[in-house]
Structure formats: structure tokens, C-alpha cells
């Protein structure tokens, strides 16, 4: 069992129909039919939306993706229309607190793969190779530790999963029965040539891209990147100048609140059916704290 620990009620706005509440973002139509996403302060964790939020959470998530489609923008267009990062900008009648967290952006027809592309070893990348040296089924070479850099990036995509189930790394050739053989090589090339552009980038900034995941779109003929982007929601960002393969590395993102959860300090027992507890002050401050940081290091701009 899991899921939402208390599922929010969705803010009811005039004007707006709410289409989907899922882990972070609520999902709002517009009478002219474009998309209103909202990135709220929620968090998950072991497949649980936690019951505490962390400050201010939603709004990096939604700057860090507007900086990054920025940056991107020759590459590969984005599904933003606009953002609304004052309340003179929003919808009317919505509420204040959606002010640097709300994007409006084109309906697309999204495709149901999550692209993800790993330069380095971790995660569900790690324990499929140390079971049989492959990663989504893609051979690799003998001797990788976990955090090691791979000899090229590789595409490792997964099916989308509903709100408190797992992703589930398929293969390539499994992306291409299900989107057709031309779509699975446009995918692949796009996902590998955004993760490249974005690593260089964060690299000459003192930060590890080591995985990433991008969510596309077909707008027409016209594929586009949607969704978050290059966020620590949906990326590994670790610190160069700590990198050490062999162990588990540091990094930008909720791992506080995951060690929290599994430490004695919580009471939880993951493998129970009961939900997870309410996170202490400090875990939500020294969460929010990497999401600033990274967002500070990544743009060079102050998070005010």
C-alpha cells in the first residue's frame, strides 16, 4: 500500500477545470483549452506522498525548469506558453500563493515513457548491473563501482506509473512497440542530446548531471519537452568536488528525508502498510536548504 498519506483537495478557481492531483503538481484546462500546471511544496518518498511539505519547494522546482527550458531552447522546444510569477499574472481568481509556481502551457499529446538518460551509475541502474552487467538490458563493461561514470550516456527508459507505484525500466525495444519504431529513435536522440547540453552546463558549474528524466510530447508533428526539467524532483545533481565512486555520493535533493525515514529516529517500518510519519523541523529545513542550494548553483542567481 501506498499513495498519499492525506490527498490534498485541489484549490476549485473559476474559470479553471482541475484534470489530475498528482505527487507534486495539480493539473488545471483554461477555457481556451491550455494547460495550467502548479507546482505545490509536497514531497514523496518510498512511493508515499509525506503528509509535511517542505517551504517553498514547488516554486524552485518551477524556477529551476524555467532557467533550464531557457537554456534548452535551441535544442528543443518546451510546452510553456508563459509563467506566472506575480499574482497580476495568474488566472483570475486564483489564489496568491500559485505566484512563481504556476506555468500555463500548450496541451500536448503526451507519450507515455519516461525518458531517462544516465551518464553515471545509480539507483535501479546500479542494482541491475551488479545482478548481471546491463542496464535496461544495454551491456556494459566489467568493473563499474556505484557512482562511476559510464563510457557514454545511455538512454534507460520506463513506463509512467500511477501515483504511489514504481517506474519500471523497460527496453528500447519494448518503448518501440509501444510508440513506434520512428518515435523510439526521435525519443532517444532528443532525451541524449538534452542530457549532454545540460550536463556541460551544470558541470562548469561544479555539479554532476548523473541521471536525469524527461518527460515528451507531441505538439503536431513537433516533438517537445514538458512536464519539470533538470529539477532535483527528477535529476541526480551531486557536488563534483565530492564525487567518489564506490560509495553513495552526496547530493542535491530529498535523500535527507529518505535517510530520515529509514533511521530508528522515525518509527516507521518501511515494509509496513502504514503510512509514513510527519517529518521534524530540521529534515524539512535541511531539505529545502539542498533545493535552494541547488538552484543557486545551477542558475547563479540568489534564491530570494
Not at 522546444?77 to 500559485?98: I, K, M, Q
Request: hydrophobic share 40%; with cysteine.
Amino acid at each position: 500500500m501506498s499513495g498519499f498519506v492525506e490527498k490534498p483537495e485541489p484549490a476549485q478557481v473559476s474559470g479553471l477545470v482541475h484534470l489530475h492531483t498528482g505527487k507534486v503538481r495539480d493539473l488545471y484546462q483554461n477555457a481556451s483549452g491550455e494547460l495550467v500546471m502548479v507546482a505545490s511544496d509536497r514531497t514523496s518518498a518510498y512511493d508515499w506522498v509525506l503528509p509535511t511539505e517542505i517551504p517553498d519547494k514547488g516554486r524552485v522546482l518551477t524556477q529551476l525548469s524555467l532557467w533550464w527550458f531557457d537554456q534548452l531552447a535551441d535544442l528543443m522546444p518546451s510546452h510553456v506558453l508563459r509563467s506566472c510569477n506575480t499574482p497580476a499574472e495568474l488566472p483570475d481568481g486564483a489564489p496568491d500563493d500559485w505566484a512563481g509556481r504556476t506555468l500555463v502551457c500548450k496541451s500536448l499529446q503526451m507519450l507515455p515513457v519516461e525518458c531517462v538518460a544516465r551518464g553515471y551509475l545509480a539507483g535501479s541502474g546500479l542494482i541491475e548491473y551488479e545482478a548481471n552487467r546491463t542496464v535496461c538490458g544495454l551491456a556494459l563493461p566489467e568493473g563499474l563501482r556505484n557512482g562511476s561514470e559510464l563510457p557514454a550516456p545511455i538512454f534507460t527508459p520506463a513506463t509512467k506509473a500511477a501515483v504511489g507505484e514504481h517506474d519500471e525500466n523497460v527496453s528500447y525495444e519494448e518503448v518501440a512497440r509501444q510508440v513506434g519504431a520512428e518515435t523510439a529513435t526521435e525519443l532517444r536522440q532528443a532525451t541524449l542530446a538534452v542530457y549532454s547540453r545540460a550536463r556541460d552546463v551544470a558541470r562548469e558549474r561544479g555539479i554532476i548531471l548523473a541521471d536525469t528524466k524527461f518527460e515528451f510530447g507531441h505538439d503536431g508533428d513537433h516533438l517537445v519537452l514538458a512536464d519539470e526539467v533538470l529539477t532535483p524532483d527528477s535529476s541526480r545533481f551531486w557536488p563534483a568536488d565530492l564525487w567518489e565512486p564506490g560509495r553513495d555520493q552526496q547530493s542535491f535533493d530529498k535523500q535527507f528525508i529518505r535517510d530520515w525515514l529509514t533511521s530508528p529516529a522515525s518509527g516507521w517500518d518501511r515494509a509496513s502498510e502504514q503510512p509514513p510519519p510527519q517529518l521534524p523541523a530540521e529534515i524539512v529545513e535541511q531539505t529545502r536548504a539542498k533545493y535552494v542550494e541547488a538552484y543557486e548553483r545551477l542558475t547563479g542567481l540568489s534564491w530570494a
